[in-house]
Nanobody
C-alpha cells in the first residue's frame, strides 16, 4: 500500500533552517512527481514545491522561491525540502503528496513552527 511519511519538522527561530524528509513506499517512486504542501491554521492547504520524477524540473510557490529547495533521492525513495531563512508566516503543517495509480496520497504531515 502507498505510504508517505514526513519527518524533520520542529520549532525554529526566524532566519533559521530545517530540512523536511518524505519517505515513500508502495509504488515505483522514481516514476512520479512528488510535491510538498502546507496548511496553516485557518487557511487552505497550498502547494509549496514540486519535483518531477527525473529531478531536473522543480517549481516553487512565489512565497518560498529563493529560500526553499526541493530535491529527491530515488535510491532512497525520499524527497527533501530544505527550508532556509524561515519566517513566522512559514508556520504550518507540511505534507508531501504523490499521485500513483491515478489517486492522490498524502502523508500525515509534520509541524513547522517559526517563532522567537
Amino acid at each position: 500500500q502507498v505510504q508517505l511519511v514526513e519527518s524533520g519538522g520542529g520549532l525554529v527561530q526566524p532566519g533559521g533552517s530545517l530540512r523536511l524528509s518524505c519517505a515513500a513506499s508502495g509504488f515505483t517512486f522514481s516514476s512520479y512527481a512528488i510535491s510538498w504542501y502546507r496548511q496553516a491554521p485557518g487557511k487552505e492547504r497550498e502547494l509549496v514545491a514540486i519535483i518531477l520524477r527525473t529531478a531536473t524540473v522543480t517549481n516553487y510557490a512565489d512565497s518560498v522561491k529563493g529560500r526553499f529547495t526541493i530535491s529527491r533521492d530515488n535510491a532512497k525513495n525520499t524527497v527533501y525540502l530544505q527550508m532556509n531563512n524561515l519566517k513566522p508566516e512559514d508556520t504550518a503543517v507540511y505534507y508531501c503528496k504523490a499521485s500513483p495509480y491515478g489517486s492522490p496520497y498524502w502523508g500525515q504531515g509534520t509541524q513547522v513552527t517559526v517563532s522567537s
